[in-house]
Structures are given as C-alpha cells and as structure tokens.
Nanobody
Framework: QVQLVESGGGLVQPGGSLRLSCAAS????????MGWSRQAPGKQREWVAGITSGGNTNYADSVKGRFTISRDNGKNTMYLQMNSLKPEDTAVYSCYADVSTISISRPDRYWGQGTQVAVSS
C-alpha cells in the first residue's frame, strides 16, 4: 500500500505565501507523475499543477506564474510553493501520485487526504 500525506496548509493573508508538501511512503517501486488538485466549497475539483518523474511541469492558467511545483525523488516528496495568494485560492488541496508497488507493477493513482488553505484578511 501507498500513503500520501500533505502538510503545510493554513491561513494566510492575500499576497502571502505558503509551501505545501506531499510525502509518499509504503511499498513503492517507482513514482511517476505527481500533482496537486484543489476543491473550494461548493465548486468542482480543479487540477492545479503536475510534474513528471523527469521534472517537467504544467500548471493551470489560474495559478501560472504564482505557484511552483517541485519534487525530491530521493525523498519521495513533492512540494507546491504558492506565492501571491488570492482569496480565490482558498480550497482543500490534495496531492496525487502515480505509483508502482511491489505487489502491483502497473502504476495506480493514489491520493492524499487533503490540507486546507485559507486566504483571507
């Protein structure tokens, strides 16, 4: 089994910054794509950013230029640096990872439990 644990959420004022982390653990052979999505109250889940195992990144237009996704393959950990935060960034942020394990060689997508980000003055 694979566990993803997010951390780093909290309350921040508009214009502020937060750094989210997502640590993967378990019977991991390889981690392929990783990424973040978010869901605001009353809204559909929105994909935010993704990163390949080789470090190629993609971002939603709504966060491009403000958010930076990165990963440390040696630590099985991914990060999301969020700058110039806006009230509309308020949401539960969840990480995902496509992982192959000892028992299942074909990669499956795993999700974290989510961390709350609130942007308010």
């Amino acid at each position: 089994q694979v566990q993803l644990v997010e951390s780093g959420g909290g309350l921040v004022q508009p214009g502020g910054s937060l750094r989210l982390s997502c640590a993967a653990s378990g019977s991991i052979i390889s981690i392929y794509a990783m990424g973040w999505s978010r869901q605001a109250p009353g809204k559909q889940r929105e994909w935010v950013a993704g990163i390949t195992s080789g470090g190629n990144t993609n971002y939603a237009d709504s966060v491009k230029g403000r958010f930076t996704i990165s990963r440390d393959n040696g630590k099985n950990t991914m990060y999301l640096q969020m700058n110039s935060l806006k009230p509309e960034d308020t949401a539960v942020y969840s990480c995902y990872a496509d992982v192959s394990t000892i028992s299942i060689s074909r990669p499956d997508r795993y999700w974290g439990q989510g961390t709350q980000v609130a942007v308010s003055s």
